[in-house]
């Protein structure tokens, strides 16, 4: 039934969507004249490590558009207001990377060079239900934060590290959200808890899988595996605990092991 004046009084999430708005920022405020401050053989490392990413802001932003209905259908209306500035950042973050590549004068790798990331993208979309789709997502920036903060540190005078200081600042509203309306959610069914810790091995086990299908590239670049699967790892067991997911925990698979925690200082 379609409520003329819905109820809005979840102030937590109203606060994230005023963030939202408030941090938006478009691609042409980046000095694109700016040299790239990459060595060739970097720039090509960057074309191959960057596409999964990419592929992940587009997906992203079809996905948030797919379930939105659904956060309608359930008058859940501060969820759909921070969902929209949700879509509007991940078609930012997937612009702002295509003119990366564009200034680099490379292009990412077609899926049939890295068929892995057709399987990850798979199955974040396994199931259609907004609740099983947003933990996907929570996975997925764990890594992205991670991933662009790592490369920042390695690079932070390129023009990479302009506009991905951007990103991760966005990320960080996502993971907020992601985690807030999960743990609501996870009271009131938490039935589902058994399905999200099965979901977060199998993508765990896919990031690992990319990362080794560009791996050339990562090792150019100065994207070590071993800080980012810790940092990863450790980020995910840390929402895990808070989430109370670990009741419902089995034997770790054996590519899911718990890293030494990682020191981020910008974060």
């Not at 899926?111 to 789709?133: C, G, H, N, P, T």
């Not at 764990?142 to 690079?155: D, E, G, N, P, S």
């Not at 991905?164 to 996502?174: F, S, V």
């Not at 896919?206 to 940092?231: N, P, Q, S, T, W």
Request: charged share 25%; with cysteine; glycine share 6%.
């Amino acid at each position: 039934m379609i409520r003329v004046f819905p109820c809005v009084d979840n102030a937590k999430l109203m606060e994230l969507f005023r963030k939202g708005v408030e941090g938006q920022w478009s691609a042409s405020v980046i000095d694109w004249d700016q040299p790239l401050g990459l060595t060739q053989a970097e720039q090509r490392g960057f074309a191959q490590v960057l596409t999964p990413v990419y592929l992940g802001e587009q997906a992203a932003m079809i996905g948030a558009s797919s379930v939105l209905p659904q956060f309608f259908a359930a008058h859940q209306t501060e969820a759909q207001l921070y969902l929209s500035t949700f879509i509007l950042d991940e078609a930012r973050h997937f612009e702002t990377i295509t003119r990366f590549y564009n200034k680099m004068g490379l292009r990412p790798l077609e899926i049939r060079d890295l068929k892995v990331m057709f399987r990850y993208q798979a199955r974040l979309f396994k199931s259609r239900d907004k609740v099983e789709w947003l933990w996907g997502i929570l996975l997925s920036d764990v890594l992205a934060r991670h991933f662009y903060h790592i490369l920042v540190k390695a690079h932070p005078d390129s023009l990479f590290a302009q506009f991905a200081r951007r990103i991760i600042t966005d990320e960080a509203r996502h993971l907020a959200f992601a985690e807030l309306y999960l743990t609501d959610e996870l009271r009131r069914n938490p039935g589902l808890k058994p399905g999200f810790l099965k979901t977060r091995d199998e993508l765990i086990g896919l990031m690992r899988a990319i990362h080794a299908g560009v791996k050339d590239g990562a090792d150019v670049i100065g994207l070590d595996e071993k800080l980012l699967f810790d940092a990863v790892v450790h980020d995910v067991e840390k929402k895990v605990r808070r989430m109370q997911l670990e009741s419902y925990q089995e034997e770790p698979q054996e590519d899911y092991q718990l890293g030494e925690p990682v020191q981020d200082d910008s974060m």
